[in-house]
């Protein structure tokens, strides 16, 4: 009897899943609109020439302008299906398919935000259908379907405040000093942005909020107050930087800390014994999928050298705004006993180059091109040297590539990258 009780109490009120899940799909509508409106489907993804694939998915790529276009017409129309809740499984499953296809077209355009919608799809492709009968009522809800995505914001916050304790970003206040030097025309405002200590001091909230902000959520009696400093703290960061939807994400996914009924003003319980949980078939998957959300992360400590400075590990970590990178970058060619100079910030696109200067394998990769295109007469690769110089976190220029190795004879795939030189001053 007690068992029976027990269970009962493990399903919830599922007001606070729909309505995450109808403002989870409108911030998908309004962000695939607006990326079809400012004509970023053919700048990002159909009009580059080359395009920097990730190891193992050079098979993703964006065959036809009619596919693409196709995708976001279907993305647009799951998203639809997702905030009327119609058919939420298949719609979620095959939009986020559609989305991470798309993501991955180009290491360009890798945005955390990208990211974390991905791993929302697939979430929500793994829930039960949670859908409204003839009198407009919901079913009951296993409590584990508020956990899971808990549980995967929870991985988000921690791991951004884990890799906020570092020197940059504690001591010197880097990269928010560097960002606070463009609001030094507004006034009052513009006075404390230019001292250190205010950039510092932000630094600090920073990572104290990422750190804190979930055993916040959870506790009871402080749930409602960490939620309106999420609210604040999210707010503020859209205003000052250009994050895209990235707050809206998260403060929509933070409803889930809420209590489970915070929406049953507008969605009502179905008064019946029907409840939802996940399939015994699917709960492997999800443990599965966990378990990797926290280990991934962790990948860069396999890498000697800092991991904001050579960015091995970087990608897919939840390392928010910590870097503030620009570079140069120049190829030298030897070519049947010749040498010239490639330049790629006339072949490539501005957003392209940007990153490329940046991230070591991108650099790589297209050194790899570079030694296929201009192959030797006897049908032998070209060598290709790079000539490449970063500033980084208010740092001197370095050279940050050793101009001694033929990119071209290097080992692709996720092996060190023995041929980034170390930083001249890592404080």
């Not at 899943?17 to 993804?45: E, H, K, P």
């Not at 991985?155 to 990269?175: H, M, N, R, T």
């Not at 969605?267 to 966990?290: A, C, D, R, Y």
């Amino acid at each position: 009897m007690m068992q029976m009780e027990t269970e009962e109490k493990r399903y919830v009120h599922p007001s606070g899943f729909v309505a995450f899940r109808t403002i989870f799909g409108c911030l998908l509508l309004f962000s695939l609109l607006r990326y079809a409106y400012n004509g970023w489907i053919d700048t990002q993804l159909l009009n580059p020439k080359f395009h920097f694939s990730y190891y193992y998915f050079q098979w993703v790529y964006p065959y036809s302008s009619t596919l693409i276009y196709g995708m976001f017409g279907v993305m647009i129309v799951c998203a639809f299906c997702i905030i009327l809740g119609y058919r939420t499984r298949f719609s979620a499953a095959l939009c986020c398919f559609c989305f991470t296809f798309v993501e991955i077209i180009d290491k360009s355009n890798y945005l955390n935000h990208y990211y974390l919608v991905s791993l929302l799809l697939f979430w929500l492709s793994c829930c039960p259908e949670v859908t409204k009968n003839t009198n407009k009522e919901y079913p009951a809800i296993h409590y584990s379907i508020y956990w899971i995505f808990r549980a995967q914001l929870a991985i988000v916050y921690i791991y951004a405040g884990l890799a906020k304790i570092s020197w940059d970003w504690l001591v010197k206040g880097e990269p928010l000093y560097t960002w606070l030097q463009s609001f030094i025309a507004v006034p009052v405002f513009g006075l404390v942005c230019t001292k250190p200590w205010f950039a510092i001091a932000m630094s600090w909230g920073g990572a104290v909020f990422d750190l804190s902000i979930v055993p916040f959520l959870l506790y009871p009696k402080t749930r409602t107050y960490a939620f309106g400093v999420l609210v604040f703290f999210h707010m503020t960061l859209w205003f000052m930087f250009p994050i895209g939807i990235f707050p809206f994400v998260m403060i929509a996914s933070a409803t889930l800390f809420l209590d489970y009924k915070w929406a049953s003003r507008y969605i009502t319980l179905h008064g019946s014994s029907t409840s939802l949980s996940f399939s015994k078939l699917i709960q492997p998957l999800l443990k599965v999928m966990l378990v990797l959300q926290i280990l991934f992360p962790l990948r860069h400590l396999l890498y000697s050298g800092p991991v904001n400075w050579t960015e091995e590990g970087f990608r897919f970590s939840w390392r928010v705004m910590l870097i503030e990178k620009t570079g140069t970058l120049e190829y030298e060619v030897h070519q049947n006993g010749n040498t010239f100079l490639v330049f790629p910030s006339r072949l490539l696109e501005p957003f392209q180059y940007k990153a490329l200067v940046t991230q070591a394998d991108m650099i790589q990769d297209y050194a790899y091109f570079l030694s296929k295109k201009y192959r030797n007469t006897d049908g032998s690769p070209a060598k290709v040297f790079a000539h490449s110089f970063i500033w980084f976190n208010r740092r001197k220029s370095q050279r940050f590539i050793s101009a001694d190795t033929d990119l071209a004879t290097t080992q692709r795939g996720f092996y060190p990258k023995k041929w980034i030189l170390p930083m001249d001053s890592p404080h």
